[in-house]
């Protein structure tokens, strides 16, 4: 059975704080991707890794980073983080080929900035 | 790049009626459209998708219809049953890109 692990459902944090979700898939996917979730936006892309140690910014990138120093694991990390980043998280994996695959996502973690 | 509306944000139906979601998307490039539904406390999960060489794709009580000349596409399920309730989200992604762009969700819910 497929399985995208995060490492926290929910996380509470103060402003300024550094931040890092972590991500695991089993899959042995190449692709992997950082989403928020908001209540009316849907999904938006934060940044997505196709290899080890490479990263692309996605629709949303300002504050955020991301680190993938092994295939199975994406990190999401904020620097500094900020009121407005409180939102739901959402992590997935895909394989290599182009458009047209499956992308398995993880439970979510609800990070609320204090 | 491409953008996804998607509508009706919320839809309520009795049980047994059918729903329908539609969406529409602006990069006429896009050859790819996924529907995923996402339950309470739980992740997406894709449910049916369909390609750009195709009208319209079936399974079991879930249907997905796409125009590509008017540039939309739409989720169709009958006989809907309470387990049915859920958010669902489009989604487009065109040539070799890895990526998807969402629509912003419909929250389905299925009265008994």
């Known amino acids: 059975d497929v399985k995208v692990t995060q490492s926290s459902r929910y996380l509470v944090k103060r402003t300024g704080e550094k931040v890092f979700l972590e991500c695991v898939q089993d899959m042995d996917h190449e692709n992997m991707f950082w989403y928020r979730q908001d209540p009316g936006l849907g999904l938006r892309l934060i940044y997505f890794s196709y290899d080890v140690k490479m990263k692309e910014k996605g629709d949303i990138p300002e504050g955020y980073s991301v680190s993938r120093e092994k295939k199975e694991r994406f990190s999401l990390i904020l620097e500094s983080a900020s009121t407005n980043q409180t939102s739901m998280y959402l992590c997935?994996?895909?394989?290599?080929?182009?458009?047209?695959?499956?992308?398995?996502f993880g439970p979510g973690t609800r990070l609320l900035v204090l | 790049g491409e953008n996804v509306e998607q509508h009706p944000s919320t839809l309520s139906v009795q049980e047994g009626d059918s729903a329908v979601i539609k969406c529409t998307y602006s990069d006429s490039a896009s050859n790819y459209f996924p529907w995923y539904k996402q339950e309470l406390g739980k992740g997406p999960q894709l449910i049916i998708d369909i390609r750009s060489n195709v009208g319209e794709k079936k399974d079991q009580r879930i249907a997905v219809t796409l125009n590509k000349t008017a540039k939309h596409f739409s989720l169709h399920i009958t006989e809907t049953q309470p387990e049915d309730s859920a958010v669902y989200f489009c989604a487009a992604s065109m040539g070799s890109a890895r990526q998807l762009t969402f629509g912003s969700g419909t929250q389905l819910t299925v009265l008994p």
């Open positions: 997935a994996s895909s394989t290599l080929a182009g458009a047209g695959e499956t992308q398995y």
